[in-house]
């Protein structure tokens, strides 16, 4: 099987502007609490406004209250700002204000970003402004960080995330019970982590538990863990497997439910004791 590393990119002809713009984006939220700058709804819209509605950017709240634009286009500009919309999270009973209200602004700006033009596809940039706003909403970030696009959350607030991991497309990381990724995990296309649970009698009657992927987990496409799961070091959940139980250390897991087929041939020697995290979810 060839190795095939990632290919180093020769450097884009907007890079400064690109560097330029993050650049304001990292100071804005630098400023300290109560500095006019460091206002994280003003800093959202008046991003999007630039990338979404630069005609209006300029004038935003005269144009949203300029009853001779259309219902549609005043919706739109008004969405901009985070305090005009609601996400889901804020429904829950266990939200806590005091946490999410903070991070919604950028949790906003990383789904907004993601469907405009200059987001989709746009690899570098997208991961720059990922990485800068993941460590403003996670509870921990390390070196690193890589997500693609359509990423999204439950509160993000309860993110711990360790070095160099990779979050590909179309992922949720349902952290309402908080997820702990450790470092080096992997993550692909459409998977799901959860870490909460409803009652089949009542589906109010919710369980939030921590879940864990310790360092080189790789979780694969369309694949489901489920809240509680701790998927040990070097533990792989294969395509469109469900992880209903934990995951043994260098073993590979498929199926619904998954088991393990095989242990990966770096394991190891039998005997050998192996690191297992100090958050264990306890059975």
């Known amino acids: 099987m060839p190795f095939l590393p990632l290919r180093a990119l020769p450097e884009r002809g907007n890079a400064t502007v690109a560097d330029a713009w993050l650049e304001r984006i ?13 206002d994280r709804a003003v800093l959202c819209r008046e991003t999007l406004a630039d990338l979404t509605f630069p005609q209006y950017a300029a004038n935003w709240e005269t144009a949203v209250a300029d009853e001779a634009l259309p219902p549609g286009t005043r919706l739109a500009l008004a969405a901009l700002d985070p305090r005009n919309v609601t996400l889901e999270p804020e ?10 209200q903070p991070v919604k602004p950028l949790l906003w700006l990383w789904y907004s970003f993601d469907r405009t033009p200059l987001g989709g596809q746009n690899v570098e940039l997208g991961v720059s402004l990922r990485r800068l706003l993941a460590r403003q909403i996670f509870r921990s970030c390390g070196e690193n960080f890589k997500a ?4 999204e959350f439950s509160f993000g607030y309860n993110m711990e995330v360790g070095d160099n991991c990779v979050i590909h497309r179309h992922v949720l990381l349902d952290d309402r019970g908080g997820i702990k990724l450790g470092n080096s995990v992997s993550i692909s296309d459409y998977a799901n982590i959860y870490s909460h649970t409803h009652s089949i009698v009542d589906q109010r009657d919710v369980t939030n538990v921590q879940t864990v992927l310790d360092d080189g987990v790789r979780v694969t496409y369309h694949a489901t863990v489920l809240a509680g799961v ?5 533990g792989m959940v294969g395509a469109s497997a469900l992880a209903t139980k934990d995951v043994r250390p260098y073993h590979v897991y498929v199926g619904i439910p998954a088991k393990s087929v095989r242990v990966k041939p770096n394991a190891p020697q039998p005997g050998m004791i192996l690191r297992t995290s100090e958050h264990r979810i306890p059975k």
């Open 230 to 234: 701790h998927v040990a070091e070097q």
């Open 148 to 151: 693609f696009q359509h990423v």
């Open 26 to 38: 990292a100071d804005r939220l630098a400023h300290p609490s109560g500095d006019p700058a460091a």
């Open 91 to 100: 429904y829950y009973s266990d939200c806590d204000d005091a946490l999410f």
